[in-house]
């Protein structure tokens, strides 16, 4: 009788502990597939933040870019066919150098469909001779949509580049912060390269080829090196990258950035390392 009551308690024993196993087993295994999940999506989060950063910088190339062009252009008239009427521009001409400031004031100003708010300011050396002149250049509380970017550094601009074409090389260096609050930085170099409607007095039908390497770093401590493997497509007569693709690294995590075949459109597709793609919007 007593070897039963033991037998019997050795079972129920052994079943309790069997179900305090499994339990736990799989509570173990459904915390690892929901961090996978977590750390997955966080990976994708940050590949389309720094997707909206590279869109959302191009802008700021094109602000550039079109406020020198013109004021160096041939075809100059006294109202500015790129920066529209809200915005204010004040210039400061000496023997060698001008400086420009564009104020695109605290409600902002509508760009092809961006709206950019706060101050560029510009400065370089005025020289007609010159092969390469740089640019110099601050933003003041500026903001392509509702995404605030801090920086100041230099853009060189060359006149002729190997295939004929003027080029601008762009050093990277400035802090952005997005409507949520989320933080990131980036520096690097980038180089813009301009194919198409060259000079012609008709920005709308200009075109860059991008290419550049540089990093991206988030607060939480996560840094994307990302390198342009095909040219990255700009068109002016588009507000987004058509086509190109990048490539990004992060510490145990890898993946390309595809920005289509030449489609006007806020979509990109990221690709991990295993194959699996992701759409992700611009």
């Not at 989060?45 to 013109?70: G, H, M, P, R, W």
């Not at 110099?136 to 392509?144: A, M, V, W």
């Not at 550094?153 to 989320?182: H, S």
Request: hydrophobic content about 35%.
């Amino acid at each position: 009788m007593v070897t039963l009551k033991l037998n019997i308690m050795k079972n129920s024993i052994l079943k309790f502990g069997l179900t305090v196993f499994l339990s736990i087993l799989l509570i173990g295994c459904s915390e690892n597939e929901s961090d996978e999940v977590m750390t997955e999506s966080l990976k994708i989060e940050e590949a389309e933040l720094s997707a909206k950063i590279d869109n959302s910088a191009e802008v700021i190339s094109d602000t550039f870019l079109q406020i020198y062009e013109f004021e160096e252009s041939p075809f100059k008239s006294s109202v500015h066919p790129f920066i529209p009427e809200c915005a204010t521009i004040t210039i400061e001409i000496t023997d060698s150098s001008k400086a420009i400031l564009v104020d695109f004031g605290s409600e902002g100003c509508e760009v092809r469909g961006r709206l950019i708010k706060g101050k560029v300011n510009m400065s370089y050396e005025v020289d007609t001779d010159t092969k390469a002149l740089v640019i110099n250049y601050i933003l003041e509380d500026f903001f392509i949509d509702d995404i605030q970017f801090e920086g100041s550094k230099t853009i060189t601009r060359q006149r002729i580049n190997e295939n004929g074409n003027p080029q601008y090389i762009m050093d990277l260096d400035f802090k952005v912060t997005f409507a949520n609050g989320t933080e990131a930085s980036r520096i690097g170099t980038k180089t813009r390269e301009w194919v198409e409607g060259v000079l012609n007095g008709n920005w709308g039908d200009n075109v860059f080829l991008i290419t550049g390497a540089w990093e991206t770093n988030f607060v939480n401590g996560n840094t994307h090196s990302t390198t342009i493997t095909t040219p990255v497509r700009r068109e002016a007569s588009c507000k987004f990258l058509v086509s190109g693709e990048v490539e990004l690294v992060r510490t145990n995590f890898s993946g390309t950035l595809n920005y289509g075949e030449g489609e006007c459109d806020n979509l990109a597709v990221f690709v991990n390392a295993d194959g699996e793609e992701k759409e992700i919007r611009l």
